[in-house]
């Protein structure tokens, strides 16, 4: 993988993204090209419409990015690669009718945009034919050795085999577990040399997965390794690369405090952030404040009860705060104000409010609390008090969570569907953990646009 702004991107994703970029400037300079030959025009040097073209390339990659082009799923199913490509498409194709609007300096003739909003599709969708399955394949993935035969080594076992895993174990070495349950493993007494072994497996990293590391480690072996210009890494660091989440059953404190990260109190970011919180309230609450007070018409429509609800949340270090939101569920849908987990087809929830919490319009009040600094676009989902005395009981590292601002959309809101129970908690608390961990401007930007792929392809709103 190649790390971004602390932000690791597979070699297939980042491969394909620069071949897309690289088809869209050829499919905006052909229809130029097609279209000044119609008119009996002569074609000028490339070099004067460069900012055209790079502005069509440039957006129609970024709304790839935001519906989720580049996602595991779309790079496993040519079906569904052809339904983002197409969204994208329109969606870039509408950005760039209003900017040219804006800016006439930049436009392309409105034929000219027509000829290559046709030839990026049918170019896009071509490489991924002509690609085919060779993305997922063992060309753009690491080769890995894993020292350890246990539990932690089974799962990395099984991580390889899901779809769009970015590596391969070329072998497994047993490091005397008591509890192996790798049968292929190769015990180290029987390898004379390990970094030899390494070096011939043609491995390009080594994952330390053992069970116990007390008096255990083979810094020997290690060091060796790490001369070949093999990586070695230890299990956390490696899962929280291909996972995109802290690995809460693997990850102890001395890691934490060690590790690469948490560095979002810069004074910098935190400006930047700040700045751009307040801006995109702004803007948002008054593009946003027709589609509010219709929301509110319907819902006081449908059911009896005030249209806004507030309700107690847990904010920055653990300082409680009122979110404000449209109400999605009856009147009635907390007895005596007990907090209560939302569940699947919950009864609970009105007709409108489905609809508004699949979209995500119910949230769109809480813009009010990221303007008053409350809250930021980007973070953690906050939760009630109630539930997080409990979480923080039942679940390591939860309070940490609370050392970020929370946000209306975030890490875990866009990678984990919205889940009510303690494991849906956890698996939320390591995607949490991650962001406050390799918080950037980049992931920040980058959550921002996939929400707008959760929006387009609602999975798991309750």
């Known amino acids: 993988m190649i790390r971004l702004f602390k932000h690791y991107v597979p070699h297939a994703v980042?491969?394909?993204?620069?071949?897309?970029?690289?088809?869209?400037?050829?499919?905006?300079?052909?229809?130029?090209?097609?279209r000044l030959h119609q008119l009996g025009s002569i074609v000028e040097p490339i070099i004067d419409r460069l900012p055209q073209l790079f502005t069509f390339a440039a957006s129609l990659e970024t709304a790839m990015i935001a519906v989720g082009v580049y996602g595991a799923d779309a790079l496993q199913s040519l079906r569904r690669a052809i339904a983002r490509i197409l969204v994208a498409i329109s969606l870039g194709i509408i950005f760039l009718s209003v900017l040219f609007f804006l800016s006439p300096a930049i436009t392309f003739w409105r034929s000219n945009l027509f000829y290559a909003m046709g030839i990026a599709a049918v170019s896009l969708i071509a490489i991924r034919i002509l690609l085919g399955k060779m993305l997922g394949s063992h060309v753009?993935?690491?080769?890995?050795?894993?020292?350890?035969?246990?539990?932690?080594?089974?799962?990395?076992?099984?991580?390889?085999?899901?779809?769009?895993?970015?590596?391969?174990?070329?072998?497994?070495?047993?490091?005397?577990?008591?509890?192996?349950?790798?049968?292929?493993?190769?015990?180290?007494?029987?390898?004379?040399?390990?970094?030899d072994h390494v070096v011939l497996l043609n491995a390009s990293e080594v994952v330390l997965a053992l069970e116990e590391r007390r008096n255990a480690l083979p810094l020997k072996d290690l060091l060796r390794i790490k001369t070949t210009g093999v990586h070695v890494n230890d299990i956390s660091t490696f899962l929280e690369r291909e996972t995109g989440r802290v690995d809460l059953q693997s990850v102890n404190p001395s890691w934490l405090i060690f590790s690469d990260g948490f560095s979002s109190g810069r004074m910098l970011s935190g400006v930047f952030k700040r700045l751009f919180d307040i801006t995109a309230s702004l803007i948002l609450l008054a593009l946003a404040g027709p589609v509010i007070l219709l929301t509110a018409l319907a819902v006081k429509l449908e059911s009896k009860g005030p249209a806004f609800y507030r309700q107690r949340?847990?904010?920055?270090?653990?300082?409680?705060?009122?979110?404000?939101k449209l109400r999605s569920m009856r009147q009635d849908a907390e007895v005596n104000g007990q907090a209560v987990w939302a569940e699947k087809d919950d009864p609970r929830i009105t007709r409108i409010g489905r609809f508004?919490?699949?979209?995500?319009?119910?949230?769109?009040?809480q813009c009010w609390s990221v303007l008053?600094?409350?809250?930021?676009?980007?973070?953690?989902?906050?939760?009630?008090?109630?539930?997080?005395e409990d979480l923080e009981q039942q679940l390591p590292y939860y309070a940490e969570r609370h050392m970020v601002k929370p946000g209306i959309t975030g890490w875990a809101q866009i990678n984990y569907p919205y889940g009510a129970s303690i494991e849906d908690s956890r698996q939320k608390l390591e995607y949490d953990l991650y962001y406050a961990k390799n918080y950037s401007p980049f992931l920040d930007l980058l959550i921002l646009l996939q929400t707008i792929r959760v929006v387009l392809?609602?999975?798991g709103a309750r």
């Not at 620069?18 to 052909?30: K, N, R, T």
């Not at 539990?151 to 072998?171: C, E, H, I, N, Y």
């Not at 949340?313 to 404000?324: A, I, N, T």
């Not at 508004?356 to 769109?364: A, N, Q, S, T, Y």
């Open 356 to 365: 508004i919490r699949k979209v995500r319009i119910d949230e769109l009040p």
């Open 372 to 388: 008053k600094g409350e809250m930021s676009f980007v973070g953690p989902r906050p939760e009630r008090p109630q539930f997080v």
């Open 14 to 34: 980042l491969f394909l993204g620069l071949l897309d970029v690289a088809l869209l400037i050829a499919a905006a300079e052909i229809a130029y090209s097609i």
């Open 140 to 195: 753009f993935k690491r080769r890995v050795v894993v020292l350890g035969a246990g539990p932690r080594a089974a799962r990395l076992k099984a991580l390889q085999q899901q779809p769009g895993s970015a590596f391969v174990v070329v072998g497994y070495v047993s490091m005397s577990e008591a509890n192996r349950v790798i049968p292929e493993a190769i015990a180290r007494d029987a390898i004379y040399n390990l970094a």
């Open 313 to 324: 949340r847990v904010g920055l270090y653990g300082v409680g705060f009122d979110c404000l």
């Open 457 to 459: 392809w609602p999975e």
